[in-house]
Every structure is written in C-alpha cells, then in structure tokens.
C-alpha cells in the first residue's frame, strides 16, 4: 500500500498492516458513538465538551458474561482499534503541531499497533444485552472494541518520584 | 487447547488463540524485567514495592524514530502482549478474591485479547539504541511490546460527573 507523506514525516520500511506477524486481536464488540470521518472530536476530553451524550458499547454475545460485577458510575479504561488508520508512520506532524513528532510521542491512531484508549465512566448498563453506556468517546461509530478494564489508581495513574 | 477450571470459572465456546479472525499485532520491542513466570508482582505499584529497579524497554530498530521528542522524567502508558496466559476464560476467579468475576471487571493478563497495560515513569533513555529505562514494570522478561503512549491527564484520568 502506497501513502502519501507530509513534510518532516517518516514512514516504517514496511507495512504493518500487510507484515505483522503477531497474534490476530479479536473484536469483543463494538463502540456506538455519533462520529464520523470528518466530525470526530481530537480525544475524550473534546468529546465531552460538545455535549453529545451518545456513546455506548455493544458486546459479542459471547463476552457478556465478562461484564459480570460492573457497576455503573465505575471508572473502566476501553482499548479499540482504531481501524482506517495507515500503520506505517514512525513520525507524524499532526496538522496541530509544529513540526514532525515520534509516534510513541503522540496520541494519534495512527501507529504500528493502532490500539486507541480512553478513561470513561459508566452511566448505564444492560448487562442481558452486553450493553454498556459511557460518558463520551472519541471514535467513529462502529470502532471495534478489544477490551474493558477497570481503572485503577495504582496501576494506571501517574507515580512520582519520592 | 484444552484448560481446567476452577470452580466458579467459565470459559468461552471457542479459544480466540484459535479463532481469532482480527488484523495481526505487530511486537515493536520487548520489555526487560526481573520476573519469571512465579515471581512476578500482582501490578506495576507492587513492583516498585519491591525496590527492584531493572525494568526497561529495548525497541526494534525500525521503530527507534518513534521516540523522537520522549523525555527522561515523562509519564508513558505501555501496552504490551502478555502472551503465556490463555484468552479463553470470561468468568475468573483470582487466588486473592471470594468469588469469581467477570474479566472485564479484573486486570488479570488472562482475557480475550490478551494485552495488560501500565502507566510508568522514564527513569533513563538511549534514543540510539532504542532503550527506554522506566520506573518499575510487572510482567515477566522479554514480554512483547505493543506500544508506548504518553500519559494524558485528559484522555487517562477519570473524569468525575458535574
């Protein structure tokens, strides 16, 4: 596959997308958002801020039995894959930024492994339906979902220093 | 494959190892630790419990541009592949819990996809060879790296109601 580049960017010798050798990710479900290409907002904190309230995730059947124990108002972490995103780019100049950055410097869906992650809050749940409503989301409607976590302090907030 | 259970546990009609049918994950590099399947602590606030401070990254060659702009002192996020459990249970019951609970409420390496995550803290950085020292880290030696995110207080921390 052949991509265009903008000034100052590098792209990988290779494709991820076509040489990854790895293990295939299964798709657990999908997230149901109001976005777009072309309409979504730059991270969840955005997100937020327009006001739209319609954000869910909508489980295979099979994985419902996971949810087992989620409660709403809990704090969970999503992993989705960011799917219409190119793999290939080792340095990005995201058109809000002033020059070309590292990838691994970056949020953007764009990456090797194009996994995406979002803090979010549950404000509902169908648990018979593998239904689970969230405050906002930053994806385009119909993102594949990889995984649920719970957020938790010591794991996932920042440590400093003694 | 076939597993055992424990009581409690259920597992799903099919082993995503086997049937998975999504795009293939790509290792940029691995993760360098103290820990052996036996040993390893229950998460990365554990880890540094212990006072053990050898925990770094080492990236594959092509993906060293991608730490371009990374500083010594930053909070990074690391996805990596924790590929000695299996991906088949949706129902877990943890040594150090009651009962069982679903996998999307625990942090267990043991899920559909499996792919654990912390946040952690550069300690040191070698941009040429692609070495990445960090604070702490919980999974056992040579654990595949999926990626390196910087932490966002807007994006990873919770964000509690109005």
């Given at each position: 596959m052949s991509h265009d580049l903008r000034e100052g960017e590098t792209a990988l010798p290779f494709d991820p997308a076509e040489t990854a050798t790895g293990p295939r990710v299964t798709f657990i479900g999908r997230i149901r958002s109001p976005w777009q290409p072309g309409d979504a907002p730059r991270n969840v904190s955005r997100a937020r801020e327009t006001g739209c309230e319609y954000a869910r995730i909508e489980l295979e059947p099979a994985y419902i039995p996971g949810l087992t124990g989620l409660e709403a108002g809990r704090q969970i972490i999503l992993l989705y894959w960011t799917?219409?995103?190119?793999?290939?780019?080792?340095l990005q100049r995201p058109s809000h930024l002033d020059g070309p950055r590292g990838t691994f410097v970056l949020r953007s869906p764009?990456?090797?492994?194009?996994i995406a992650m979002a803090t979010v809050r549950i404000t509902g749940l169908d648990t018979n339906n593998g239904i689970v409503e969230i405050d906002a989301i930053d994806c385009y409607d119909n993102t594949p979902l990889l995984d649920i976590k719970p957020w938790i302090r010591a794991v996932d907030a920042p440590h400093l220093p003694d």
């Open positions: 799917d219409r995103g190119r793999r290939d780019l080792i764009v990456r090797p492994n194009p």
